[in-house]
């Protein structure tokens, strides 16, 4: 059974680096993508990027200036940095696994549990 | 277009029949992946391509899909059925992901 389990600082002060982690077990790393995707608090969600086992990645172009993702495959896990937070950055986070092994019918098939993250001073 | 268009609230009476639909160009050569998402709850996926189930969905809940419309149909719908509902494709150049905005399901 493939599980995500992710973890990171939840509150930050303005200006600062957000830096989670995702560790993936139980299932296969280089068959899929890892994404990281965050929901406002009362909001919907937006994706924010995804890595592949290659350190491949595509990242929102509204966030691109500001995201950094990377992989270690000798560990199964990817990470997520976001520089220069402001509070709209508060949200919580959540790392996810991408299944587009048939594009057509592409989906988020694995979730981690989510870690809120908080940006004040 | 990057953007995928759901409506904010829809409400169903228990044990009745609704469908949420999600708008968007990149459904005229993705199928939608629909989420459902209960408060405090990371999203769980209840359809992905053409209208399959992950293991543990009820079959109650199906999907369809015509040109840029996709739709989830929740029939008999069950108080537990009651949550917010989110779709999902790859987008038209097929190098990003997009999600609706979400729609709040209410079962009267």
């Known amino acids: 059974q493939v599980q995500l389990q992710q973890w990171g600082a939840g509150l930050l002060k303005p200006s600062g680096t957000l830096s989670l982690t995702c560790a993936v077990s139980?299932?296969?790393?280089?068959?899929?993508?890892w994404s990281w995707i965050r929901q406002p608090p009362g909001k919907g969600l937006e994706w924010i990027g995804e890595i592949n086992h290659r350190g491949s990645t595509n990242y929102n172009s509204s966030l691109k200036s500001r995201v950094t993702m990377s992989i270690d495959t000798s560990k199964n896990q990817f990470s997520l940095r976001l520089s220069s937070v402001t509070a709209a950055d508060t949200a919580v986070y959540y790392c996810?696994?991408?299944?587009?092994?048939?594009?057509?019918?592409?989906?988020?098939?694995?979730w981690g549990q989510g870690t809120m993250v908080t940006v004040s001073s | 277009s990057s953007e995928l268009t759901q409506d904010p609230a829809v409400s169903v009476a228990l044990g009745q029949t609704v469908r949420i639909t999600c708008q968007g160009d990149?459904?005229?050569?993705?199928?939608a992946s629909w989420y459902q998402q209960k408060p405090g709850k990371a999203p769980v996926l209840v359809i992905y391509?053409?209208?399959n189930r992950p293991s543990g969905i009820p079959d109650r809940i199906s999907g369809s899909s015509s040109g840029n419309t996709a739709s989830l149909i929740v029939t008999g719908a069950q108080a537990e059925d009651e949550a917010d509902y989110y779709c999902?494709?790859?987008?038209?150049?097929?190098?990003?992901?997009?999600f609706g905005g979400g729609t709040k399901l209410t079962v009267l």
């Open positions: 999902n494709s790859r987008d038209s150049s097929g190098n990003f992901w997009v």
């Open positions: 990149s459904l005229r050569r993705n199928y």
């Open positions: 139980g299932g296969s790393f280089s068959a899929y993508s």
């Open positions: 996810a696994r991408g299944n587009h092994i048939v594009v057509v019918t592409a989906s988020f098939d694995i």
């Open positions: 391509g053409k209208s």
